[in-house]
């Protein structure tokens, strides 16, 4: 029996993948999808309001098979499962990095952080502004049509803000500023900070058949009723309506397949529970597993046509690897708000404001770094009194302690982008392989000192805005979270029009291989002060239009 030859293989189902299934389903094409694990069930897989108290393990989960080092909402006792634990990657002597990894369907777009701000020309002709690294191959007026079309699908909740740095966007109303919001805010003003509504993948009302937000605080483990954008309730079910989708779940893919004149030609996966090999055939491979995963498989696609793995003529796959900093920059108290009446204001278990990028907008500017950063501020009432270690006592006047001072905690923290450097990127591990078989990536980084001298600019700046809200500094983070936990990364496929200098064009396509496409952030050359998702969204969808219309014109 002849194999079935798809119009194009989709490899991924989060942001990206989801974005490029979607449209290309929704123009006719016929698209098979390969997901590295299992679908997810919001009702038995997310957290629906349960308790830790009520779980087995106090929500933490069973100690003998969690993630060691990973952050406690990635992988929890109320998503068993979702997040890989098959390690993938080796770290170079001297590199600390965390990969997390979602496996399962729709992928991080389960359990993000929603803060949704567009790239601006400010981030697009970075380069021309401090005469560090390149511009994009873009401008932020190509990309603004593509915003606009992301921002009406999934909803987004923020208000205009006249910001050239920061572009504004069509908005659903925005979350309503806490009582320590209110405060901060007047602490920015006087040390002359931007404190603004953060543009949030959130819904404040019904949008597009999704129902609005029930501020049940439960959203980084998972909304079982899809108040907030994700690829399983928003990208995905559309694409499946269209009768143009198959998914194939617990595909891991190995490699991509190569036709006699080296184009793609389909994609080897093995099945995680039969430990099986598969090929999948296609007109089109479109890779989409996230920035690090998706240099990896590239890598691994040596053949006598790519040595080195395919597309990657110029040399550049995997290089440039970035991440953004992320600290906590200031954790203290508000006292004026000691002893006042606690309620759940923790809205979406996340911030819903921000102080963007204010720092070195010109290229002349008296900071000695390059760029800028943005902070998330956050506080009130959290599920848990993670401010229970600064209270001294035991017994009742611990508790009462604990309860007057519930709704007073704030904290402060930073997301500094770092720069491209030739010391971080990713290559494969001459010896080390997965479960799988599959070599693993490598991975070389290190924190330069431009986002490091961020980070200590932002303690000052965030001192200064508790102290001038009238607030008490407790702590600040001596150094960094591990580079990785932001989930952040960017850079190994980058966007360029020299193809010996870039591995994909303006439009995610492969220089060397014209029917590879790449749809996530490896595609962008940087990070910015703002955070990914909105951004592969739009590029995405881009990519995408633009590979419908080759099938269109017979170009491929």
Request: with cysteine; proline share 6%; glycine share 8%.
């Amino acid at each position: 029996m002849p194999k079935q030859i798809y119009d194009a293989i989709v490899i991924g189902t989060g942001a990206g993948g989801g974005m490029a299934i979607k449209t290309l389903c929704g123009a006719g094409l016929k698209v098979c999808a390969l997901n590295s694990g299992r679908r997810l069930d919001p009702e038995r897989d997310f957290r629906n309001h349960r308790m830790s108290w009520e779980m087995k393990y106090r929500g933490f989960g069973d100690p003998k098979t969690r993630m060691k080092d990973m952050p406690g909402f990635l992988d929890s006792e109320y998503n068993p499962g979702a997040w890989e634990h098959d390690i993938a990657y080796t770290t170079a002597p001297g590199t600390k990095w965390m990969w997390p990894r979602c496996s399962a369907v729709g992928g991080k777009t389960n359990f993000w952080g929603r803060s949704s701000a567009r790239f601006g020309d400010v981030d697009f002709k970075a380069a021309s502004l401090d005469g560090y690294d390149a511009d994009w191959p873009v401008t932020y007026d190509e990309m603004a049509p593509y915003y606009t079309r992301v921002e009406k699908m999934i909803g987004v909740a923020s208000t205009v803000q006249n910001r050239p740095s920061n572009p504004d966007g069509i908005y659903l109303p925005p979350f309503n500023f806490r009582c320590f919001d209110r405060i901060l805010q007047k602490g920015c003003e006087k040390a002359g900070v931007p404190y603004l509504p953060d543009r949030i993948a959130q819904l404040t009302e019904a949008h597009e058949g999704h129902p609005a937000c029930h501020y049940c605080g439960d959203c980084t483990f998972g909304c079982e009723v899809g108040a907030f954008f994700s690829s399983p309730w928003f990208l995905l079910p559309v694409a499946e309506a269209s009768g143009n989708l198959e998914l194939r779940t617990n595909a891991v893919v190995k490699n991509i397949l190569v036709d006699a004149n080296g184009q793609a030609s389909g994609v080897a996966y093995i099945d995680r529970e039969s430990r099986q090999e598969y090929e999948v055939q296609g007109r089109a491979v479109v890779v989409a597993a996230s920035c690090i995963e998706s240099a990896r498989i590239m890598l691994n696609s040596k053949s006598r046509h790519w040595p080195t793995g395919i597309a990657n003529s110029s040399g550049q796959l995997g290089r440039n690897l970035c991440d953004h900093l992320y600290a906590t920059t200031a954790r203290g108290y508000l006292p004026q708000l000691l002893g006042q009446p606690s309620f759940p204001d923790n809205v979406s278990a996340n911030s819903i404001a921000w102080m963007p990028r204010w720092q070195n907008l010109k290229q002349a500017h008296e900071e000695k770094f390059i760029r800028g950063y943005s902070v998330y501020p956050d506080g009130g009432c959290s599920e848990f009194p993670s401010y229970h270690a600064q209270i001294e006592g035991f017994g009742s006047p611990f508790k009462r302690e604990i309860k007057r001072r519930y709704p007073t905690p704030v904290s402060l923290t930073v997301q500094a982008p770092t720069l491209p450097s030739d010391k971080n990127f990713v290559d494969i591990d001459p010896e080390a392989k997965d479960s799988f078989g599959i070599p693993k990536a490598r991975i070389h980084f290190q924190w330069g000192n431009n986002e490091l001298q961020m980070f200590q600019h932002a303690k000052q700046i965030s001192a200064d805005v508790l102290h001038a809200a009238g607030g008490v500094l407790e702590y600040a983070a001596d150094e960094p979270e591990m580079p990785g936990y932001s989930l952040h990364e960017t850079g190994t496929c980058r966007m360029g029009n020299d193809a010996t200098k870039f591995v994909t064009n303006r439009f995610g396509q492969t220089h060397d291989v014209a029917n590879l496409y790449v749809c996530d952030a490896s595609v962008f050359l940087n990070c910015t002060d703002k955070t990914t998702t909105l951004s592969i969204l739009a590029f995405a969808l881009r990519s995408s239009d633009r590979l419908v219309e080759q099938f269109r014109s017979g170009s491929l």
